[in-house]
């Protein structure tokens, strides 16, 4: 047997652990590899023209995993993209755009808008967290094949 194989169980543990745990900047590929499914969500930030510390980003890879981290197993990577629109002219300008990469779904992309930098990151979390549960929810609501009548009694089922 494999030396990093797993049991179902094992993997469950793994999940559970993770699911409101802070994501990582990246997952390197051995990792992926052992573990497959129950890896960590990648969360990438990038910043255009406003500052953000090294505690904000910890901050925000933190509440991504406090809201999606639920959504682990159907989620392949986050970015979050934090810009100052319109320079130093001031106004309602720092937007947050939050994409999110989903397993065999189209993925989900939100964008808003604040003066407040911060209020904008929570509004994007906030609205991608639910952007997503729809998504799943939507995905699972689906039955997994589809019947087509041919009439007379006979019925085609579809993949």
Request: glycine share 8%.
């Amino acid at each position: 047997m494999h030396e990093h194989a797993t049991t179902k169980s094992q993997v469950g543990e793994l999940v559970a652990a993770r699911r409101r745990a802070a994501l990582p900047p990246s997952v390197s590929r051995p990792l992926k590899s052992i573990e497959g499914r129950a890896s960590p969500i990648p969360a990438h930030v990038r910043v255009t023209g406003v500052g953000l510390s090294n505690d904000d980003h910890a901050d925000i890879r933190r509440k991504l995993g406090m809201k999606l981290g639920k959504f682990a197993w159907s989620i392949e990577r986050v970015t979050v993209r934090a810009r100052d629109v319109n320079g130093p002219r001031g106004g309602v300008d720092q937007e947050v755009g939050v994409k999110v990469v989903l397993s065999g779904l189209p993925s989900v992309v939100v964008r808003r808008r604040h003066a407040a930098l911060h209020v904008a990151i929570d509004e994007a979390l906030h609205a991608v967290e639910q952007a997503v549960r729809r998504s799943v929810r939507r995905r699972r609501m689906k039955p997994l094949h589809s019947q087509v009548s041919l009439g007379s009694g006979w019925r085609l089922a579809l993949d």
